[in-house]
């Protein structure tokens, strides 16, 4: 272990495994049991706690809590036994907490002041925005993008490739207040622009667009956009052009590719190259 | 006091009164005047600022500010005068403030990154959920709930067992901008879904729902469920029948008592055992 | 350099300028070539990395990060060479983010937990709220408020004198996922209130009123309220009265002036002094 770029004031607990080339800044506080993989940066003041795994070249800012507490540590103030791990080549942006007991996949990343609560479960390559708020016990696919400050309840489901924009709110209570929560699916492919509210239980459609501001009320189709309060379906998707070029925008895999695995090709010839058993379907 | 659990670094002011069984972690900072019940745990990289008083079995996350200073710090940099008051069996989680010259009843408690102004009068049993915003000058009963990234604005009354959710906005200025604040005034029992804006000086009604979404800029009457932009009076919330069991959802107290003081019966046989000082008035 | 009233655990890099009567408290990081003006005030905890200027008797909150990294330290680690400038008599408090490579004026003040990204450009006498989210590459005028938890969209135009309200969105991608932003342009002493979105590359015309909750679709032109899902034009702002005085409220200058610089005179009084270099167009 080479601490030669190290900070000062550094607080390790015991057995704790540091991979090669790991930099540890000023103030931070590792506990017990803790993983970080070789050539991982931890920047300045941040914990992380007990039976947190942290992939290789990761990067974690300032400030961050990594591993956090669950209700049952404010009772007895024992060791935190629940486990959190972080995939390789992920980047936590300052100020973000993140709970014990969740596991998330390689090349994540979070903006600032992100919290992510226990029992997420989520894949590789997905991106959560700056004040987002993952309420925890829920599932995220792969590549999928949050933007900015959204909210995502309890029991969501999350599949590959979606889209889902500021100030979003997936919500999972039919019967405010209760316990009987339902969360909402949201299939591939598909995008919830800025501000929109889905209703607890409901379908999100494969390759569909709410639109900004929407108030969801009932499922949404395959294709169909929907915007307003309540929101009502209006077109497809395939309709749309871009105002400038003329050409159709949608849906988005055959004109956007900037981090997904088609980036340097198109949609179709990545997805003609992929193995049998990769191959996911597309309505 | 027994420091035997506590931290590295930790810097401690003058009259600084600890109670038994306290823990303190690393790097805080205790200034001046504060007390500390006992039993109470506070956890590392949080600052208590002068003047704060901390209940017995407390615990405050990490990286919180408690008793933030006002204005008139920035100018003088003189000691923080104003009090901070928060009671016993308290949780703040971690990267709150909360600032100085609020008073704040027993089993309170706060999600991650909440702030809570000057001048709020909090009672018991209240609690704010993850990146709430309460302004201050405002008063919050008892046993009231709101979720997350919930905004209060000054001058907001809200009575005992009301339940607001993510990202629901009290406004307060009727022509803006200016500083004619007036305050909405939500009563008791009432529930305002996720994503709605209150408009000034309203009135939510004692037992109504205000549904996901709404712009509300007519006050509700009791028991009304209002929808939509604007909202509009659609139905009466005794009528909402759950979708799976066919039985009545509203009143909630009826169906549901969770942390509630009903919790261990009904809520009218506990109302029948309240003594005759201690009775409200239901509608 | 006086010390006298700095805290410990302070970490100071090399090449670092502090005016006369600075004060640096508890577990501060200064990197290197950072510049701190007179009387400025940098609470416990924060963070001020390299290539900094910070001006005179500004207040530096706890837990602040002042030159917070762009993607490029991540892959490197190098120092951070992005300059960020912040005026005379600032206020940024407790909790807050702002980026390296952003250009601040003086008297410019924030909430807590504010982020401000990369390549902003705001003016002198700019306020921004608790929980607001400046997503960089935008322009904000002089004397603009933003109030809490406004998110404002990359290659966003802000001109002088403008006030949002909490949870205003201004977005700039016209067909989501894509790389063509289009920023929204809001004219001066325009008004957008509480939890309004904008659709990418609008007009918000001088003096206009986006009421609560809209959803705007369209331009709106100077003086026009609109409001609604989508948002509709239904009045003139010049129209609308004080419900208790009687008065008309609109243009606001003629009526408000708080923190504005006819704040001790009228707006007309104040306009009619300028220099002639100095007016501007009011239409």
Redesign the interface.
Known sequence: MNKKNW???I?IGNNVRIGNDV?IK??C?IEDDVVIGEGT?ID??T?IRSNTSIGDKC?I???C?VG??WMDF?KE?KKQEHVLTIGNHS?IR??S?IYAGSEIGNNFQT???V?IREKSKIGNNVSIG??S?I?GNCTIGNYV?LH??V?IGQLSKIDDYV?I???V?L?N???????NFVGVHVNSFA?I???S?V?PGLEIGQDCLVG??A?VTKSVKPYEVAV???AKGISDVRR?K??ITGEP?YP?RN??G?YMPWEETTFNEWYDSLDIEDKFKII
């Open positions: 900070g000062e004031n607080i930099i000023h103030n506080i940066y300045s003041n914990i990067n800012g300032s400030n809590i956090e507490y404010y103030h980047l300052s100020g907490i903006g600032h002041q919290t700056t004040l708020d309420q993008r900015s400050n909210h889209w924009f500021p100030y709110i919500t209570d039919p019967t405010p207040p209760s316990e995008i622009a800025t501000g509210i209703m900004a501001g108030i307003g309060n309540p749309i871009n105002k925008v988005w004109h956007f900037t």
